[in-house]
């Protein structure tokens, strides 16, 4: 249990940092301000502040963001009348940092009770003084200030000219989808490192091997070195098309074409059958050929990438055409669930299993989804044809319907797994 927490946190924590990393690195190429990096989600357990950004370690390892200046869901705190702050000033009395934290004093300043803020355009704050309100102070606030949130987390002040929609449409739409292009890239680059790991790459084929032991295949007469060119009558070209259709088998007798030295021969047999998440399917006994050249391991990244992406987006499809169901989906506790079967099977699971959910985020964050990166997407395409942006208003209502819809849907897939994996 301990093995597969430590490996589900490091997994989360390298797909959380490689996909905030794109939407960060973006972004700043950009001159949009990125005020918050997090790695976890919930109650802050450190930060950390370097050049323009407040880094973030957060309690729940699930998950991440980078907050851009600007954006719907950036969530600055509005300094409203009657909020009491401490102003810290430099030497020519320009606010360089606003105190708006009730937990304890972070620094020897001036008390101000606030009247009126803008800290986008004219960057400036007033107030009663000491608690004084016979007069208003008003003090200026220099371009990068600093704002001392509520839970004690500092954060530099956003103003307009470094605002996420300040920056060029072209660079906004690159800033919303780097985060998936970079796990893309985590993909490839662990497929390829599981490539020289394993020794080769998996054929995506229909010639296979034969399990030693164990294999309703080698029983029937399949050996290794065989292509199975047909189950049922269904063509199988590739591993893919093959394990469709085992696995849709368990329990009934099929009938599989073999092609051997060019010739063809039909066997009869029955898959066994496994239950996996509350699902069953059928297995025969057989495994992938390998190819072990230099060629294909360094090629591997590309080839497994596009094999397994092609698996998931038929999935989609799938679902969208009618044949939705939740256990064709898996949250956290799915995941977690996984984990401790990639762990088990050492190294090679844990690469394969790391890449495996990096492609998966990547494809389910292009999806059109309010919240997602495909959403914000569409919101920059939208743009592009009216020729001026959705209205902030609009945006943050589009934001929180689909985060409601998200959030909506994490809960049933999270009982369904409780239900599949452990009440099942």
Same mark, same amino acid.
Do not use: C
């Given at each position: 249990?301990?093995?597969?927490?430590i490996?589900?946190?490091?997994?989360f924590? @390298?797909?959380?940092?490689?996909?905030?990393?794109?939407?960060?690195?973006t972004?700043?190429r950009?001159? @949009?301000?990125?005020?918050?990096?997090?790695?976890?989600?919930?109650p802050k357990?450190? !930060?950390?502040r370097?050049?323009?950004?407040?880094?973030t370690?957060?309690?729940?390892?699930?998950?991440?963001?980078?907050?851009?200046?600007?954006?719907?869901?950036?969530?600055?705190?509005?300094?409203?009348?009657?909020?009491?702050?401490? =102003?810290? =000033?430099?030497?020519?009395?320009?606010?360089?940092?606003?105190?708006?934290?009730?937990?304890?004093?972070?620094?020897?300043?001036?008390?101000?009770?606030?009247?009126?803020?803008?800290?986008?355009?004219?960057?400036y704050?007033?107030? !009663?003084?000491?608690g004084?309100?016979?007069?208003?102070?008003?003090?200026p606030v220099?371009?990068?200030?600093?704002?001392?949130?509520?839970d004690?987390?500092e954060?530099q002040i956003?103003?307009?000219?470094?605002?996420?929609?300040?920056?060029?449409?072209?660079?906004?739409?690159?800033?919303?989808?780097?985060?998936?292009?970079?796990?893309?890239?985590?993909?490839?680059?662990?497929?390829?490192? =599981?490539? #020289?790991?394993?020794?080769?790459v998996?054929?995506?084929?229909?010639?296979?091997?034969?399990?030693?032991?164990?294999?309703?295949?080698?029983?029937?007469?399949?050996?290794?070195?065989?292509?199975?060119?047909?189950?049922?009558?269904?063509?199988?070209?590739?591993?893919q098309?093959?394990?469709?259709q085992i696995?849709?088998?368990?329990?009934?007798?099929?009938?599989?074409?073999?092609?051997?030295?060019?010739?063809?021969?039909?066997?009869?047999?029955?898959?066994?059958?496994?239950?996996?998440?509350g699902q069953k399917?059928?297995?025969?006994? @057989?495994?992938?050929t390998?190819?072990?050249?230099?060629?294909?391991?360094?090629?591997?990244?590309?080839?497994?990438?596009w094999?397994?992406?092609?698996?998931? #987006?038929?999935?989609?499809?799938?679902?969208?055409?009618?044949?939705?169901?939740?256990?064709?989906?898996?949250?956290?506790?799915?995941?977690?669930?996984?984990?401790?079967?990639?762990?088990?099977?050492?190294?090679?699971?844990?690469?394969?299993?790391?890449?495996?959910?990096?492609?998966?985020?990547?494809?389910?964050?292009?999806?059109?989804?309010?919240?997602?990166?495909?959403?914000?997407?569409?919101?920059?395409? =939208?743009?592009?044809?009216?020729?001026?942006?959705?209205?902030?208003?609009?945006?943050?209502?589009?934001?929180?319907?689909?985060?409601?819809?998200?959030?909506?849907?994490? @809960?049933?897939?999270?009982?369904?797994?409780?239900?599949?994996?452990?009440?099942?």
């Amino acid at each position: 249990m301990i093995t597969t927490i430590i490996v589900f946190i490091i997994v989360f924590g @390298i797909l959380v940092i490689f996909h905030e990393f794109g939407h960060y690195i973006t972004a700043q190429r950009s001159g @949009i301000l990125v005020r918050e990096f997090s790695v976890g989600m919930g109650p802050k357990v450190f !930060y950390y502040r370097k050049n323009s950004t407040t880094f973030t370690l957060r309690l729940l390892p699930l998950g991440g963001y980078v907050r851009m200046a600007g954006e719907a869901d950036d969530g600055e705190d509005e300094l409203k009348p009657g909020t009491p702050v401490t =102003l810290q =000033l430099n030497d020519g009395g320009v606010v360089t940092s606003i105190n708006t934290s009730n937990k304890h004093s972070l620094f020897q300043g001036i008390p101000l009770t606030i009247t009126d803020t803008n800290l986008d355009d004219n960057l400036y704050v007033k107030g !009663y003084e000491n608690g004084d309100e016979s007069q208003i102070k008003s003090y200026p606030v220099d371009h990068d200030a600093t704002i001392i949130e509520k839970d004690g987390t500092e954060l530099q002040i956003a103003p307009r000219d470094v605002q996420f929609q300040s920056a060029s449409l072209p660079n906004r739409m690159l800033t919303n989808v780097a985060g998936v292009f970079n796990n893309l890239l985590l993909a490839i680059l662990v497929y390829t490192i =599981l490539g #020289f790991v394993q020794g080769g790459v998996a054929s995506n084929t229909n010639k296979i091997n034969v399990l030693p032991t164990d294999s309703v295949a080698r029983s029937a007469g399949v050996k290794s070195g065989d292509r199975i060119v047909a189950v049922d009558g269904h063509k199988t070209t590739d591993w893919q098309d093959l394990t469709v259709q085992i696995r849709s088998k368990a329990d009934k007798q099929i009938s599989v074409k073999i092609q051997r030295e060019g010739q063809d021969k039909v066997l009869s047999m029955k898959p066994k059958s496994q239950t996996s998440g509350g699902q069953k399917s059928g297995f025969i006994g @057989i495994t992938q050929t390998m190819d072990t050249s230099f060629k294909a391991k360094i090629l591997s990244g590309f080839t497994t990438t596009w094999t397994v992406a092609k698996q998931l #987006f038929g999935a989609l499809w799938s679902m969208v055409s009618g044949h939705f169901s939740l256990n064709d989906l898996g949250g956290p506790v799915a995941i977690f669930a996984t984990t401790s079967q990639a762990a088990k099977m050492g190294l090679s699971g844990v690469l394969n299993f790391l890449a495996f959910l990096s492609l998966n985020l990547a494809i389910i964050n292009l999806i059109p989804i309010p919240g997602l990166d495909g959403g914000k997407l569409i919101l920059n395409i =939208l743009e592009a044809i009216r020729r001026k942006p959705v209205s902030q208003t609009t945006e943050t209502i589009i934001t929180l319907i689909g985060f409601a819809f998200l959030m909506l849907l994490m @809960i049933l897939v999270t009982w369904n797994d409780i239900e599949r994996y452990f009440l099942h």
